[in-house]
Every structure is written in structure tokens, then in C-alpha cells.
T-cell receptor, first 112, second 113 residues
């Protein structure tokens, strides 16, 4: 089983729709969590960190469920510009260091 | 403006040739990372360094080498032993605490001639 798993998609939704995707992780020592956005042929860019209490940034809401070991990203009122690949990142605390693991990404395509 | 600079943006390698990808950061970050990304795939960790003069192998280190002589710089050499080097290479940095997000350079695309 992969340490971090994402549904690869693609998710194809109309503009204005609400879309959500999850990311599951297998290591209970996972400490911190992030969502990145990656546009085609570009570098990943931090979208938001994910806090235990859940957090919101405009149209984006991120949540963490430690009991079930997943994080989620909700995008409301989707825009054409939201089309991208969304990467889930998990930071696992090891005895002497931390290990950062990227999911393979979920592709989102917003249609007019 | 602080950031990470990768160069070159595009690089072509001949058979049997070693090539070096540059990564420089002025964010005063202790940790630096190299990833490889193949089309339609996620990021795979090649090497990382948490402090000057120290680095660790990632998941796919074979055929690659790195150095960390300065805090700001973490060059990656793709050696001739790497038989399938064509990929998008991304350098990242972060604070050493590990609970902070990584910042990425804009990548180098390497192809074989």
C-alpha cells in the first residue's frame, strides 16, 4: 500500500460546481499536511496547509481526519483557473528526522 | 525577492555524459531536496540535505549525485549511470523543522539527445 494515496481523476466538473477530493495516508506518525497545486509543466505551488481544526482560504477548505487518516480539499464555486493537478503532501515524523511524501496528484478540469 | 532558482530551464544530455543541474536558494532554508517527475506521475525524491556538508539518499538515488558545500546551493549531477534521465527535475527547500511547507524552483527539463 502506498504511504500517500490520491484518486488520480480526472475530475471534470462545470464551472461553479463544488468539488472535493481526499487523500489517505498510512503512517500514523504523520505530523503535518499540505495541499499543493501544480499546473501543467510547472512546479508545484503551496495551496494551503492543513490544520487539525480544519481551515479555509476563500473558496478552498481543507480538513484533516486523524482517526481515519485522510485529508480533504473542498473547492467551492469552481473557476476555470482552478484546472490543475492537486498534490497531497504528508510530513512523517521519524526518530531523527522527518520524511516528506507527495501523493501522485488528482487532476481537476473545470469546463465552461 | 527570496526564492529558489534552478538552471538551466532545459538541458540535453548526450549518451555517456554527466550533466549538472543547478539549484540556488536565498530563503536561508537549511533543508534542500531534489525530485524527479515523469509525465503524469507524482514527485519522487532523489536526494535531500538537511544541513551543509550532509545529504541523504532518497527513493531513487541511483545514477545521481549531489553536494552541499554551501547552504544556498544544492547541485544535482545526473551521471551516465542513469539510463533513463529524461524527466522534469524539481529542487525544493524548507526550514529544517519539517513541519513547514517546501518551496520549489521552476524546474529543469532534461532530455537525451
Amino acid at each position: 500500500r502506498k504511504e500517500v494515496e490520491q484518486d488520480p481523476g480526472p475530475f471534470n466538473v462545470p464551472e461553479g460546481a463544488t468539488v472535493a477530493f481526499n487523500c489517505t495516508y498510512s503512517n500514523s506518525a504523520s505530523q503535518s499536511f499540505f495541499w499543493y497545486r501544480q499546473d501543467c509543466r510547472k512546479e508545484p505551488k503551496l495551496l494551503m496547509s492543513v490544520y487539525s481544526s480544519g481551515n479555509e482560504d476563500g473558496r478552498f477548505t481543507a480538513q484533516l481526519n486523524r482517526a481515519s487518516q485522510y485529508i480533504s480539499l473542498l473547492i467551492r464555486d469552481s473557476k476555470l483557473s482552478d484546472s490543475a493537478t492537486y498534490l497531497c503532501v504528508v510530513n512523517i515524523l521519524l526518530s531523527s528526522a522527518s520524511k516528506i511524501i507527495f501523493g501522485s496528484g488528482t487532476r481537476l478540469s473545470i469546463r465552461p | 525577492d527570496g526564492g529558489i532558482t534552478q538552471s538551466p530551464k532545459y538541458l540535453f544530455r548526450k549518451e555517456g555524459q554527466n550533466v549538472t543541474l543547478s539549484c540556488e536558494q536565498n530563503l536561508n532554508h537549511d533543508a534542500m531536496y531534489w525530485y524527479r517527475q515523469d509525465p503524469g506521475q507524482g514527485l519522487r525524491l532523489i536526494y535531500y540535505s538537511q544541513i551543509v556538508n550532509d545529504f541523504q539518499k532518497g527513493d531513487i538515488a541511483e545514477g545521481y549525485s549531489v553536494s552541499r558545500e554551501k547552504k544556498e546551493s544544492f547541485p544535482l549531477t545526473v551521471t551516465s549511470a542513469q539510463k533513463n534521465p529524461t524527466a522534469f527535475y524539481l529542487c525544493a527547500s524548507s526550514t529544517s523543522t519539517g513541519d513547514q511547507p517546501q518551496h520549489f524552483g521552476d524546474g529543469t527539463r532534461l532530455s537525451i539527445l
